[in-house]
């Protein structure tokens, strides 16, 4: 049958719509909609109770203002460490640890994985509560359990200073989150067909050799998502700071990321009020940055990635 | 079993449905709810507070709902901008309440007979700035100073100290000692820091009052000598807080101290029920140090509490006999004594129990009174100077920043959207 043939005619597909239709409503009331809310919102300020439209007036304060887009490039620094952090200490430690996992040979293989991945299902207030009270100088068993090997002098009130906070509790998350590259890598290194790795030994690569020239190659793509998945998290990051180190982000708003200075902003803290506007302004430009780094791996390296199809 | 039939089934509900609309048919009373972020005070408003009410006041029913301190202003302007905020709003101090008077969300209280009971200074911290429409009626204020383990003192035999040399010799005491640490304060809160350190020794330096209105008419600035030399002292406490205090929490500090283990508090009266209840040893308190034996001495008689009614209450007569309640000489009477620490604002004398409770207020009669300088006014904009002083006073004390590079900063920060007005 061509294009011109006009035939029978042929029933609309109804049902198509009908069965589409509760998830895109959904997804438009909770998603879309919210987000071209506060898009919208940020062009706006108030005035003497009324919203104004402002174009982007809003977002020339945020990043030419001083102490604004001193505050704003503090967090995105500090975001960005953070990043920086999960992407050099978890997604490693996560492949490593899949890679031992997947040896046929290892025992109590369950125990660990299961060991492991607890601590993802935590809540961020227990997470940061619990280390919060190890790491205490007063009462936590830290300075204890490092004075009886004799290196009580290494320990520091890490979430009090400045220089320390933020890498402590981007270890913290690390300890957390090290679960989920761990899984999906292991899932991946699962799905690699036993031909495959027979065809390796045959050849003579065995061992790390092995991991290195048919594993690693062979889950890439898996690692791709990680990272992708790591980015988004980590800039969406917030209640592990909040739990921790308050709304102000101390000390000196060394742990400030952006979720915490857009909350601060939007819902005001202490003695000062909220700005809904400045806040929709900071939630917008997060938006901005988390869809460039999306897109950035859409576009350049997903692409390039080799899919290999068993 | 016998399963009912669909005739009695359809009676049984028709019978509930009646009797859900003919419920509020019945009760005549109406329900007045309290919005407040003084979850701690439950027990004392359901057991204390609210009985005496209603027993006064039969028909009206009061319901005491409070929500997370941190969370309160940001709940609150919620439920209000919604319409479902309670009849009577517990009031922060200052601009947070004025904001909500001006959006029309609190009713002015300028003809409710009770607030003839309190005077212009009680009034201040939830008044208009011509001072003509209150709208909160002034239930309590909190007093800073230090409290001491009085054991400790005994043992150590150390005498409370009057000036602020005495206060270091006695801090250099204790340390030497070594079997306290001198002072219970931490900085990763950084409210600690502020509340307990700067706005506590503070106004004997900026003189109360006197500094704190210069400040605001400009006549003075944060950069000035009596601004800057509190954050010179408060750099030396550092070294008299104990190991980590830069990872040293608030509960920290208040269970180092009740547990005996640290010496000296700065305190807030809030603490007292608190530490009466915890503590196993005698406590006393003293007012913040003078710089020279017989200097005037300030404290911080800080606003901190006060109770008004939501504009938009369908019950405002029933909402108005309430606050009349709060000003009156019994309910300053049983909130006092029920929360020892937070200090009774009206104008007529209570009597109070705790002899902890009495060593602050006393010092009323010998010292200047003023409020935390950073409230009234000055926290208006952004960058918000109260929460430029948590970080500021954190790190002075955590020695990361000098007191004169914080006082620079706190003072360009304030210049960037204050103009005094004249």
């Given amino acids: 049958m061509t294009a011109m043939d006009p035939g029978p005619k042929r029933a609309r597909r109804w049902h198509i719509a009908v069965f589409l239709a509760p998830a895109v409503l959904v997804y438009t009331a909770i998603m879309i909609f919210p987000l071209f809310a ?30 604004w887009s001193a505050s704003f490039w503090n967090a995105l620094w500090n975001n960005t460490w953070f990043f920086i952090v999960h992407m050099l200490v978890q997604n490693p430690i996560g492949i490593l640890l899949a890679a031992i996992l997947s040896n046929p040979r290892l025992r109590f293989r369950g125990f660990y994985r299961t060991a492991i991945f607890i601590p993802t299902i935590l809540s961020f207030v227990i997470v940061g509560f619990v280390w919060k009270l190890i790491l205490s100088p007063l009462w936590g068993i830290a300075p204890s359990m490092l004075d009886m090997v004799g290196l009580r002098f290494l320990f520091g009130p890490w979430l009090g200073q400045e220089t320390t906070a933020l890498t402590t509790l981007a270890l913290i998350s690390v300890w957390q989150f090290v679960g989920i590259p761990m899984m999906l890598i292991y899932a991946a290194l699962l799905s690699i067909p036993d031909e495959v790795i027979e065809a390796a030994e045959c050849d003579g690569i065995t061992g790390w050799s092995q991991f290195w020239k048919i594993q690693l190659p062979l889950v890439l793509p898996t690692i791709g998502i990680i990272s992708i998945l790591t980015f988004v998290g980590n800039f969406n990051a917030f209640d592990l700071v909040y739990v921790s180190q308050g709304a102000q982000a101390g000390p000196n708003y060394g742990t400030d990321l952006l979720g915490t200075f857009l909350y601060r902003t939007f819902f005001g803290f202490q003695l000062q009020l909220g700005d809904p506007n400045m806040g929709a302004t900071i939630a917008s430009v997060m938006f901005f940055i988390i869809l460039i780094g999306v897109s950035i791996y859409l576009f350049l390296i997903q692409t390039r990635l080799r899919r290999y199809q068993f | 079993m016998t399963y009912p039939t669909k005739t ?46 209603e027993a006064a006041n039969p028909g009206i029913r009061v319901v005491f709902a409070p929500s997370a301190p941190t969370e309160y202003n940001a709940a609150l302007n919620a439920k209000l901008e919604a319409g479902s905020a309670g009849d009577l709003i517990t009031c922060r101090p200052f601009d947070a309440s004025l904001a909500l008077y001006n959006d029309g969300y609190l009713a002015s209280l300028a003809d409710l007979e009770g607030m003839g009971n309190f005077s212009d200074v009680a009034k201040s911290a939830w008044n208009t700035d011509d001072g003509a429409n209150p709208f909160c009626v002034p239930m309590a204020s909190v007093i800073h100073g230090f409290i001491y383990n009085k054991d400790a003192f005994a043992e150590l035999g150390l005498e409370v100290p009057a000036t602020e040399d005495e206060f270091f010799a006695v801090l250099d005491a204790i340390k030497e000692d070594g079997s306290y640490i001198p002072m219970a304060m931490g900085t990763v809160d950084q409210w600690e820091a502020a509340t307990m350190g700067y706005q506590n020794i503070g106004p004997n330096f900026w003189k ?50 009740t547990l005996g283990r640290a010496a000296i508090y700065p305190a807030g009266s809030w603490e007292i029920a608190l530490f009466e209840e915890q503590a196993d040893f005698a406590m006393g308190a003293f007012p913040p140090p003078v710089r020279n034996a017989g200097d005037t001495c300030y404290i911080s008689d800080h606003n901190d509490i006060a109770i008004g009614m939501n504009a938009a209450t369908p019950n405002a007569d029933a909402a108005r006999t309430f606050l009349n309640w709060v000003a009156s000489s019994e309910f300053a009477s049983l909130y006092a004594n029920a ?53 500021a006073s954190a790190n002075v004390i955590n020695g990361t920043e000098t007191p004169e590079d914080a006082a620079a900063r706190l003072q360009s920060g304030l210049e960037s959207w204050y103009t005094p007005a004249n």
């Fill in chain 2, 8 to 53: 009695q089934l359809m009676s049984a509900s028709a019978a509930l449905v009646l009797g859900l609309a003919a419920a509020p048919l019945m009760a005549q009373d109406v329900t007045l709810t309290i919005e407040s972020w003084r979850n701690d005070d439950l027990s004392i408003w359901q057991n204390t507070l609210i009985p005496a009410f």
């Fill in chain 1, 38 to 67: 506060t898009l919208f919102q940020s062009l706006f300020t108030r005035v003497e109770g009324q919203q104004v439209f402002v174009g982007l007036r809003n977002f020339t304060t945020l990043f030419g203002d001083p102490r």
């Fill in chain 2, 208 to 257: 109360g009052e006197e500094g704190r209105l210069a400040l605001i008419r400009g006549e003075q600035t944060l950069t000035d000598e009596g601004w800057v030399e509190p954050y010179r002292v408060l750099a030396r406490w550092g070294e008299y807080l104990g190991d980590g205090f830069q990872a040293q929490t608030y509960p920290d500090s208040q269970n180092l101290f």
């Fill in chain 2, 339 to 391: 929360l020892p620490g937070f200090f009774a604002l009206s104008n007529e004398p209570v009597e109070m129990e705790n002899a902890l409770a009495q060593d602050f207020v006393s010092w009323r009669e010998d010292c200047e009174s003023t409020i935390r300088s950073t409230y009234a006014i000055l926290s208006r904009g952004t960058p918000n100077l109260e929460n430029e002083t948590w970080n």
